[in-house]
């Protein structure tokens, strides 16, 4: 069984290996932002990372995961609300004392509606 503890680590050294070999990161993270109907939550952690946001907060991110996947939220809209907003503001939006319905209807909100809506 997958914990969210083993998929933070996985995360965390997989944008390692990226951030370290740089041919790897980059060529994915191209790849995604051509065709953001491609991502996974992995890649939303690497597109974090490329927003700046520091390896801790990478961790705490997957540990939204498991909540995020219970919700109607995909990772391509996330990938698009980042794009739209901030790794940043990403995190803080998961930290807030929302309910469930809250927090899928702000990351599937009228930008993000729009800008997945151009990928279909």
């Known amino acids: ?6 998929v933070s680590r996985a995360a965390v050294l997989r ?6 070999d740089g041919v ?10 051509a065709d ?26 997957m540990r939204h995961v498991a ?3 219970g919700l109607p939220v995909t990772p391509t809209a996330v990938w698009w609300w980042v794009q ?14 929302l309910d469930d319905a809250e927090l899928a209807r702000r990351l599937r909100g009228p930008v993000v509606s729009r800008l997945v809506g151009r990928t279909a």
């Open 36 to 61: 953001p109907t491609r991502a996974t939550w992995a890649d939303v952690v690497d597109l974090l990372a490329h927003h700046g946001v520091p390896e801790p907060h990478l961790a705490g991110f």
């Open 84 to 97: 739209a907003h901030d790794g940043i503001a990403l995190l803080d939006l998961l930290d807030a004392a």
């Open 15 to 20: 944008v390692r290996r990226y951030w370290a």
């Open 1 to 6: 069984m997958i914990t969210p503890a083993l």
């Open 24 to 33: 790897g990161r980059g060529a994915r993270l191209r790849a995604v932002a």
């Open 67 to 69: 909540r995020l996947e």
